[in-house]
């Protein structure tokens, strides 16, 4: 089992997220199933299009949780690391 690590940004997106009524507590318990299947590295169904990012980002990955939200996430041995949340447009401007 990993450990994880939560990065500063993750905790802002998680929060900005759970204020912004866009998301139900079903997609927030779908989250954390995603998640501990992660932490426990087990096979994660091919419909979150689980995925390796590329150029600046090829040391991340990430799932697609629903729709357009999507979690970026990298492993490593022991670490889980939660780096952020949020649609393509919320993510990929933090990388410009």
Not at 27 to 38: A, G, V
Not at 62 to 79: Q, R, S, T, Y
Request: hydrophobic content about 35%; overall charge positive.
């Amino acid at each position: 089992m990993l450990k994880i690590k939560l990065e500063n940004s993750f905790k802002k997106d998680i929060e900005r997220d759970k204020t912004s009524g866009k998301y139900t507590h079903e997609d927030f318990k779908l989250l954390k199933s995603l998640i501990q299947q992660l932490e426990h590295q087990q096979t994660i169904d091919t419909k979150y299009k689980r995925h390796p990012l590329k150029g600046s980002l090829k040391s991340l990955e990430c799932l697609h949780v629903k729709g357009d939200w999507l979690l970026i996430f990298a492993i490593n041995e022991e670490f889980l690391t939660l780096v952020m949340l949020g649609k393509h447009t919320q993510v990929y401007k933090k990388f410009q």
